[in-house]
């Protein structure tokens, strides 16, 4: 098992910045890759994905809409991942939340591919 804890959350305005962190207990050996998604509210709103890093190595990705804008990164001796969002928009308003994939061979941009889930941290960006 692999437990998650995102913090960092908060309410911004527009153009502003946050840096999330997801802190890993438990089996974290077992993390091939680490992921950031958001969910908006509203019906029928899906989860996200935002951005991904492989556990070892250099290789990490993010979605079209935040490229250039939020960069991942990750502490391996602390077992974190952070976040780092700037030029936040308004509609990026959301649960931002924190995964693990803990097998290789998954799909870094697929929410299904992930096992392990945070509880989630609100994003709120003011216009």
């Known amino acids: 098992q692999v437990q998650l804890v995102e913090s960092g959350g908060g309410l911004v305005q527009a153009g502003g910045s946050l840096r999330l962190s997801c802190a890993a207990s438990g089996r974290t050996f077992s993390s091939y890759v680490r992921g950031w998604f958001r969910q908006a509210p509203g019906p029928g709103k899906e989860r996200e994905f935002v951005?991904?890093?492989?556990?070892?190595?250099?290789?990490?990705y993010y979605g079209d809409s935040v490229k250039g804008r939020f960069t991942i990164s990750r502490d391996n001796a602390k077992n974190t991942v952070y976040l780092q969002m700037n030029s936040l928009k308004p509609e990026e308003t959301a649960v931002y939340y924190c995964a693990v994939q803990s097998y290789s061979g998954g799909i870094v941009y697929a929410a299904s591919n992930y096992n392990y889930w945070g509880q989630g941290t609100q994003v709120t960006v003011s216009s």
């Open positions: 951005a991904g890093i492989k556990w070892n190595g250099d290789n990490t």
